[in-house]
Each structure stands twice: as structure tokens, then as C-alpha cells.
């Protein structure tokens, strides 16, 4: 990690933040733009974990926090988007997920950008009412025995509650428990709806609808970030 600023590569590079609750599809529609714009896709969570598994500093520096559950603190978060920044597989521009996830973080991202001539062109919000989200993540279940991953709605197996690959019987992850979304949700969503109306001061932001099949809410992404859609 450095102190330094981060080249100024003008106002140009495309840097987005991507904002969605637990299954809003965000990974899903980071990993389509990533690919359709050659953005390097920047999601915090993931990050650290790396970070963690690979014993750096940084990843000792945030273990504490991540075995708690906590936020890791601002100044080690920004030092880590910056340097991810930084890497020539950020040169077209990055999608950020998960970081700002507070106004305060938000404030400090903004700051540190500006520092370095750059700034968040667009914030893209995907919208899921908090009842479909649950509907969406409480219907995921998962096969113990090979991992494959089914959805009650969306990608049932052909004999409910078996797998269809061994015939065990599907578990769902105690996290993917109704009552531990709708948790999850009321923890998440107001720190999330405070930094998007952050950036809605500044006019930045778009709110998709993310009850739309995939490629709808990829094509609203590109068309509000002025971009052609591919399909
Ligand atoms: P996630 O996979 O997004 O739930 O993140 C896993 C862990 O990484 C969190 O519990 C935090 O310790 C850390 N983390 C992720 N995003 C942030 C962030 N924006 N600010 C601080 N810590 C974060």
C-alpha cells in the first residue's frame, strides 16, 4: 500500500458504483458489464477475502473486523479501492459493489477521488421490493452432496427437495432463512438508500427495475450510461 496519489487519468475513465440489496442481482449484472465494457469489477467483500486468504497486510490488517461481522475501518477500505484503482486492469474504469456502503464512506470515496481528478460517473441502483428479495434468496436451496445450486421458483429439480444429479435431499443455507433475510434487509437497506440519496443530490444516480429480467436491466444500465447494448 502507498500514500500516493493515484495517476490523474482524467474525468474519462468510467468508474460506476453499483447499489442493490442482497439478491437485487447485482453480482449477476456486475459480471455481464464487467464483461460487456471491460470494466474490472471491484466488490469489496470479495476483496478482502482475498485479501485474508492470501495473508497480506491488508488482509490482516481487516481480519478482526471480518471474523466480527464489522465494517473494516474507512482508511483501510479507500487505500485498498485506490490501489485496486491503480492496477492497469482498472485503465478502462471499474465497477464498484459494495463500497461506499455508508454516506460516510461516500464522503471519503468522493474526497479521495476528486484528490485524484476522478470521480463516480453514474450510481446504478437496482430497486427489488424487500418482499421479492426474500422471496428471491429464501427460495435458493443447495444439493450437500455435489453443490449444485437449484431456485423453487426460478430452477426447481424435477423431484421437489431432491437433487437431481444423487437424489439428496437439498438444504438451504442458514443464512438464505426467510426470518435471516428479512434481518439482513432491515440491517442493509438503510445505510444503502442513505448513499444513494447522497448521490442523488449530486444527480448521478439511476433507479432500474430490478423485477425485469436480466438482460432488461443490463440494457437499462447501458442505455443510462450512454452505452450501446450488445444484444
Ligand atoms: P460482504 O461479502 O460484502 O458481506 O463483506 C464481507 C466483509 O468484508 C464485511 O463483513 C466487512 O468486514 C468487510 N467489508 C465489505 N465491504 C465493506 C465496506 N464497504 N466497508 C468496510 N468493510 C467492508
Partial sequence: MTDEPVADRGAERLILLLVGAVGAGKGTQATILSRELGLVHLASGNLFRAALAAGTEL?????????????????????????????????????????????????????TLAAAGERIRRV??????????????????ICP?????????????REAGRCDRDGTPLRQRDDDRPEVVRARLDKQVPPMLAVVEHYERAGIVDRLDGTQPIERVTDAILSSIGSRSGH
Fill in 145 to 157: 452432496q455435489c453443490g449444485t445450486p437449484y431456485h423453487e421458483d426460478t430452477d426447481p429439480p
Fill in 124 to 141: 446504478l441502483y437496482i430497486e427489488v421490493p424487500t418482499d421479492i428479495l426474500v422471496r428471491r434468496v429464501a427460495g435458493r436451496w
Fill in 59 to 111: 488482509g490482516e490488517a481487516a481480519r478482526g473486523y471480518m471474523e466480527a461481522g464489522e465494517l473494516v475501518p474507512d482508511e483501510l477500505t479507500i487505500a485498498m479501492f485506490m490501489e485496486e484503482l491503480a492496477r492497469p486492469a482498472a485503465d478502462a474504469g471499474a465497477i464498484l459493489d459494495g463500497f461506499p456502503r455508508t454516506v460516510g464512506q461516500a464522503r471519503a470515496l468522493d474526497d
